[in-house]
């Protein structure tokens, strides 16, 4: 079944014509650490099972740091030889264009969304080793009726077949409704939660919202964790991370 559904996959890329490409300069500093901690999120979501290839990353809050972890995370597989879409369906506040320093104009999901241009059109490779991009493209006035139109949903079941795995980073759930939305349509979620900001509560109510639009919770992070001696059952300064896991600070 596996192996159907991976040689189905191989089929879809031969068919897949050669994409714009653009360069993603990554001004994050290096951090043995951190890039340990990605590691083994990227090998606990493999072992989440091979159905799971669509997983949005939320949070409760803005600013708990989506946006880097799911591009860390994208990178970090597409160097361990997946084949990875990085996906912002983040519409009101596109995040990669600016970090990664993108030169140019770009096609994104909005545009694709309302109908104004076709798929081809917003895929890119990126100078990441197996990895391709789709921008949110400009903000656009009605996001959520846009992700809940048939097109998000045919988008992400059409590029199911061609990716190892989707990574689709999302607006943090307080605020709007989008990401419930988008889990509507993933196979699975991580939940980014930043150290000290959000309460036991407020984690169990969105991770019901997520559960309750059909999303499997797949687990959280815990971001930017002070990681003093003590605090955690750490062995060092960044301590481990596990199913609910935890990043220290970069
Ligand atoms: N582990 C970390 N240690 C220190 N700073 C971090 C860490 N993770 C993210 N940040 C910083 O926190 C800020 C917010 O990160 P990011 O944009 O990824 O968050 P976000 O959740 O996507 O925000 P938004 O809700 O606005 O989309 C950035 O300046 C980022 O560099
Ligand atoms: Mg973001």
Redesign the pocket.
Known sequence: MEQERRSQRSDARQQTRVRPSVTMVDQ?KENYH?EEALKTLRTNIQFAGAEITSIL?T?C???????????QLAKEMGKAGKKVLLLDA?IR?S?FIQ?FQIEGEVKGLSQYLSGQVAVRDILYTTNYENVDIIFAGPVAPNPSELLEGKLFAHLVEGLSQRYDYILI????MASVIDAAIVGGVCDGAIL?I?DGTVGYRTAQKVKAQLEKSGSRVLGAVL???EMKKGKYYSYDKYGKYSKYGR????
């Open positions: 994050r951190y990353v949070s809050y803005p600013n708990e740091g989506k946006s880097d972890i799911v591009s983040d506040k995040a970090r980073d999302t607006p943090p980014v930043e971001n930017k964790v990043y220290g600070k970069y």
